[in-house]
T-cell receptor, first 110, second 117 residues
Framework: GQQLNQSPQSMFIQEGEDVSMNCTSS?????WLWYKQDPGEGPVLLIA?????ELTSNGRLTAQFGITRKDSFLNISASIPSDVGIYFC??????????FGQGTRLTINP | DAGITQSPRHKVTETGTPVTLRCHQT?????MYWYRQDPGHGLRLIHY???????DKGEVSDGYSVSRSKTEDFLLTLESATSSQTSVYFC????????????????FGPGTRLTVL
C-alpha cells in the first residue's frame, strides 16, 4: 500500500539541541499532519498543514508543507525531556484516508 | 481531549474466536475511523465511517468488519481472530463537518491492545 518515508527512524540527542525530521512521498497530498505518541497512549495532533509552502509553528515546534506537496518537515527547537516519544507524519489525499509514516523515535539524554 | 473512549483497553483471546472492539464518542462527530498499529508500519487504516450505517474500507480491511448503528458508537469486529491480528487498535474521529469545521484533523482514542494466541 501507499506509504510515507519518514526519516530518521530514531534520534538520540542531548537536551537543548534542535531536532529535524522529515517525510517524503511519491504522491501528492493536500494535507499534512504531525503527531506525537507517548508509550501506551494514542497519537496526539501537533500541527496541521493545508497549503503548499505553508510554515506553521506551535510553541517550539515548526512544520512546513513542502512546495512540491510531496514532503513535509518538522523541527523542534531547544529540546526538553518531555519531547521524548515517537513522532509520526501523516498525509491526506482527497477523501478521508490518512497515510502514516513509520515514525521517528526521539530519545533525549539529560 | 477529543471525547473518545475505547473498550476494552486490553484483551487476550484465542485463534478462531470472534472479537468486537468498541469506540464511543460524545461530541457527535460524523467521521470515525479504525486503525491498527504494528512495529515498523505506523498506523494503517482498517475501515472508516462517514455517517450512521455508512462505512468504507481502508488499506487493511481483510478479516475485519465494522458497524455504526448510532452516531456515537463505531464497532470493529474480527469474525474469527488470527494471530496476525495481534496489534494495537486505535479509533479516531475527524472534526470535519462538525460545528462548521472543514478541517480534516483526526484525533485518536487511547487504543486497545489485542493479543490473539
Amino acid at each position: 500500500g501507499q506509504q510515507l518515508n519518514q526519516s530518521p527512524q530514531s534520534m538520540f540527542i542531548q537536551e537543548g539541541e534542535d531536532v529535524s525530521m522529515n517525510c517524503t512521498s511519491s504522491s501528492i497530498f493536500n494535507t499534512w499532519l504531525w503527531y506525537k505518541q507517548d508509550p501506551g497512549e494514542g497519537p496526539v495532533l501537533l500541527i496541521a498543514l493545508y497549503k503548499a509552502g505553508e510554515l506553521t509553528s506551535n510553541g517550539r515546534l515548526t512544520a512546513q508543507f513542502g512546495i512540491t506537496r510531496k514532503d513535509s518537515f518538522l523541527n523542534i527547537s531547544a529540546s526538553i525531556p518531555s519531547d521524548v516519544g515517537i513522532y509520526f507524519c501523516a498525509g491526506l489525499k482527497g477523501a478521508q484516508k490518512l497515510v502514516f509514516g513509520q515514525g521517528t523515535r526521539l530519545t533525549i539524554n539529560p | 481531549d477529543a471525547g473518545i473512549t475505547q473498550s476494552p483497553r486490553h484483551k487476550v483471546t484465542e485463534t478462531g474466536t470472534p472479537v468486537t472492539l468498541r469506540c464511543h464518542q460524545t461530541e457527535n462527530h460524523r467521521y470515525m475511523y479504525w486503525y491498527r498499529q504494528d512495529p515498523g508500519h505506523g498506523l494503517r487504516l482498517i475501515h472508516y465511517s462517514y455517517g450512521v450505517k455508512d462505512t468504507d474500507k481502508g488499506e487493511v480491511s481483510d478479516g475485519y468488519s465494522v458497524s455504526r448503528s448510532k452516531t456515537e458508537d463505531f464497532l470493529l469486529t474480527l469474525e474469527s481472530a488470527t494471530s496476525s491480528q495481534t496489534s494495537v487498535y486505535f479509533c479516531a474521529i475527524n472534526h470535519a463537518g462538525t460545528s462548521g469545521s472543514s478541517y480534516n484533523e483526526q484525533f485518536f482514542g487511547p487504543g486497545t491492545r489485542l493479543t490473539v494466541l
